[in-house]
């Protein structure tokens, strides 16, 4: 494994570890570049303050850490920086005045809510809802036709317990758009160390009808992650077993040394 660009830190409140450790354990698995890519905050018209990701305030040292330890290991990785976020349409404009003095370099999407929190139930907790999964993949390919986001995180997500046919209606049109795209499906590594009900054998066989490629994506929410050969050897088969071409790094996104 030679890059990942799904990467948590501490700010955002369910992550351990200390910015360096990540960069350290990467350069030690051989990884050429490492992307972060922590919970992204929002500004919440109410002054809601969310507790699973980091706050506006945290963004000024978020930068400031990274930069300096982009700088100082310029020579052993390549070092990217960016956010992980849902696509809520009716904040976006602020959230985007929000990170415009930043220098970001990606986004992913991370389809965490349907809607802005409180309000909406986090989209892993299972549902029947054929309203539900139908939201979800909307909001991913109106999000994704934006440009802002560079690849989808854990794309299979959501959790719906009803009919396969269903299930499988909505994600094949997922699967299809993102092949129309170039933009590969990630196998997370967090939810395979986990066995978290993703990475889904039901969504990867659709990707296989679709011919789909795959990324890895550590979700790394501590250090060690990053190191850890059992479970990416995991995500490998899981995407061998799927006929699933594996794609290294991600464009603009590529090693600099």
């Known amino acids: ?53 980091m706050r506006p305030d945290e963004l ?22 960016g956010f992980e976020a849902e696509y809520i349409p009716e904040l976006m ?4 005045k929000l990170l415009s003095c930043y220098p970001v370099d990606y986004m992913i999407l991370g389809q965490h809510f349907n809607e802005k929190e409180p309000d909406s139930p ?24 934006t440009g802002k986001y560079i690849y989808t995180a854990h794309p299979d997500l959501l959790n719906y ?16 758009y993102l092949k129309s795209k170039n ?15 993703y990475p889904s054998d039901k969504f990867l066989r659709i990707a296989q009808s679709i011919g789909n490629t795959a990324i890895i994506g550590c979700d790394a929410h501590f250090p060690e992650v990053l190191s850890d050969p059992v479970q990416m050897e995991r995500c490998i088969s899981l995407a061998e077993k799927y006929e699933l071409e594996l794609v290294d790094y991600l464009p603009g996104l590529e090693p600099k040394s």
Not at 10 to 37: P, Q, T, W
Not at 93 to 96: A, T, V
Not at 134 to 140: A, E, Q, R, S
Not at 185 to 191: F, H, R, W
Request: glycine share 8%; charged share 30%.
């Open 93 to 96: 404009e602020d959230q985007n």
């Open 1 to 53: 494994m030679l890059a990942n660009y799904h990467t948590h830190t501490k700010r955002c409140n369910h992550a351990s570890g200390e910015d360096r450790e990540y960069v350290e354990h990467a350069i030690s698995h051989g990884m050429k570049v490492l992307g972060f890519s922590d919970h992204c905050p929002w500004i919440f018209p109410d002054g809601y303050i969310s507790g699973t990701r």
């Open 122 to 145: 986090y989209t892993g907790f299972p549902t029947d809802n054929e309203e539900d999964l139908k939201k979800y993949v909307d909001l991913i390919i109106e999000g994704m036709d």
């Open 183 to 197: 933009v590969p499906v990630e196998i997370n590594l967090l939810g395979v160390r986990e066995g978290r009900h």
């Open 161 to 176: 317990t009803g009919s396969d046919e269903i299930y499988t209606k909505h994600f094949t049109r997922l699967c299809k």
């Open 60 to 81: 000024d040292d978020y930068f400031s850490s990274l930069l300096s330890l982009k700088k100082e290991y310029e020579k052993d990785i390549t070092i990217y920086i």
